[in-house]
């Protein structure tokens, strides 16, 4: 079993994340993603396995239009920053996942600049699909080439030229042996040509066995690109729409007839572990598409117990929300303040704290087959068994409490999330569900029994105030005099002057309070 078949993922659009500004307009690295390493403890608290970051690549606009496959995006910092990003990662435990948009690239990407400077000369004509001189573009080019799905800001590469595919090996090698990367998402799956899955994937796993392969897919048989010869998993679409809609229309079957198709007893998808999700930076937020708020802990009891491997998209844990409105995703992707969330969905929060306590405690939750025990329009109860070991899930969206017996071999069981004891009598278990809540049943209680029988408080993040002094990890003395918001990304910036010589300073507050190495960049004096 691989870690990612037991890992709970957590996805971060960068460029949104940290506020950046909409466009790259050239000019010296700023350090934003840095902030992630606030949200450490956060991860941590939820059990997060592993960081899944959106593009983090030089791009032109939105990731996903490269200029670059070997560089980190200036307006998120340099390739430095991002290494002290992933050591701190792996140094508490969670992986590091990125984003790999190698379908399409940008129009400022160095080889099509190329051609635009050289034209026929340019040796770099065959690195795009069906790029030919017999026309124009329609963004002006004395040449034609193939946009992706129709957009010619995103050229598509040729993947079938080898000088193509050797780059973009060459490039997932550097991130792999520089950085230590544990996997690469893969933009676009279903555009990719299928010869390049099986050289991509035994560059790889050559040089890290457990390396993960995930690939974005949103129609289709998902098997074509799910094997031993090509992905390890993709995106599964297909429960991602059935998670939300068997909610809003009061029916449990919908969700439990696709589960049992993809992986119940006989179910095409048994032997592939797929990623699950309920809302991602392409789609609406969970808590903008379920109608009833209520149900949204449903939701993700069920998307952390059913069979794959469950993302959780960066705030939606409070219930954040998010719509794609006015053709933008723009509000899909906001910039986002760890202590600000605080005044969210705290409840939705502390659900999921313990839902990944218990992922963590039970091999049956995370890879365990499906059975369905009892289902009606408004009630679900499933059974999720490995070696052994068989953990339930009882599920009522209705507005009323819910009676239900089913068969057990257990002479006790416990729901893990309350901690409350479940009556079993003759081999029968008699639940009492409460209208829109979820159980998670167990023999025995080693989540609430645990030393750590509640969850911690959130990591409250430190703060700066005007007039507070400071020693910098190198020694010198400064007073901050000011804080300070960026005009165009928001963002909160520390002005603060030295006590030595006057001179006054300007750098975001994530990078100001953040560390260098294991101490505190600026320690607060007394």
């Keep these: 079993m691989n870690w990612y078949d037991n890992a709970i993922v957590y996805h971060i659009y960068p460029l949104g994340f940290c506020g950046a500004p909409k466009f790259n307009e050239g000019g010296e690295p700023v350090h934003r993603l840095e902030k992630v390493l606030e949200w450490i403890p956060h991860l941590k608290e939820m059990n997060v396995g592993a960081v899944y970051f959106g593009p983090v690549f030089e791009s032109v606009e939105h990731g996903y239009d490269t200029t670059d496959y070997k560089m980190i995006d200036r307006r998120l910092g340099d390739n430095a920053m ?18 790999g948009v190698f379908n399409h690239v940008g129009r400022k990407f160095w080889a099509f600049t190329d051609i635009q400077q050289n034209g026929q000369n340019s040796r770099y004509c065959g690195w795009f699909q069906n790029l030919n001189f017999g026309g124009q573009s329609p963004c002006g080019d004395p040449f034609w080439y193939e946009g992706w799905h129709g957009h010619y ?50 560059f790889c796993k050559s040089r890290k066995p457990d390396f993960w392969l995930m ?21 599964n679409y297909e429960c ?108 939705l929060y502390r659900h999921l704290v313990k839902l990944g306590r218990i992922y963590k405690a039970y091999p049956a939750l995370r890879t365990g087959g499906y059975r369905t025990v009892q289902i009606r329009n408004r009630q679900l109860v499933f059974a999720k068994e490995l070696d052994g070991q068989t953990v339930y899930v009882a599920l009522n969206l209705d507005d009323q409490p819910f009676d239900v017996q089913f068969g057990t071999p257990y002479d006790g069981l416990v729901d893990a999330i309350s901690g409350n004891a479940v009556h079993v009598e003759y081999g029968n278990a008699h639940l009492h569900i409460l209208p829109h809540s979820s159980m998670i049943l167990v023999h025995d209680n080693i989540v609430n029994d645990a030393p750590e029988k ?20 190198k020694g010198g003395l400064y007073t901050v005099i000011a804080i300070a918001t960026h005009t165009e990304t928001m963002e909160e910036m520390v002005v603060y002057k030295s006590d030595e010589n006057g001179s006054v300073w300007v750098r975001p507050k994530s990078m ?15």
């Design 240 to 347: 991602y729409k059935g998670i939300w809609s068997s909610h809003n229309d009061k029916n449990y079957f919908e969700i439990d007839y696709s589960i049992n198709r993809q992986s119940g007893n006989g179910g095409i998808y048994k032997n592939t572990n797929l990623y699950t999700f309920v809302d991602n930076h392409d789609v609406n937020r969970l808590a903008s598409t379920v109608t009833d708020q209520r149900d949204l802990p449903l939701c993700y009891t069920l998307m952390y117990t059913m069979p794959g491997i469950p993302s959780i998209y960066y705030g939606s844990e409070y219930g954040v929300r998010g719509i794609h409105e006015n053709n933008s995703d723009d509000g899909l992707r906001p910039c986002l303040d760890l202590g600000a969330m605080q005044n969210e969905n705290t409840e």
């Design 454 to 473: 509640q969850p911690a408080a959130p990591v409250k993040p430190r703060e700066v105030h005007e007039g507070e002094r400071y020693r910098h990890f």
């Design 82 to 99: 991002f290494k002290r990003i992933c050591d701190a990662l792996h140094e508490n435990g969670i992986r590091v996942i990125l984003d």
């Design 215 to 235: 690939g974005e897919i949103i129609h289709g048989d998902y098997n074509r690109w799910a094997n031993p010869e090509m992905l390890d998993s993709v995106t």
């Design 153 to 202: 800001n995103l050229v598509k590469l040729n993947l079938q030229n080898p000088e193509v595919c050797d780059h973009i090996l060459d490039a997932v090698g550097y991130w792999m042996r520089e950085f230590d990367i544990d996997g690469i998402r893969f933009d676009a799956a279903d555009c990719i040509d299928f010869s390049f899955w099986g050289r991509i994937r035994h």
């Design 512 to 526: 100001f309070l953040d560390k260098k190495g294991d101490v505190d960049r600026f320690v607060k004096l007394d």
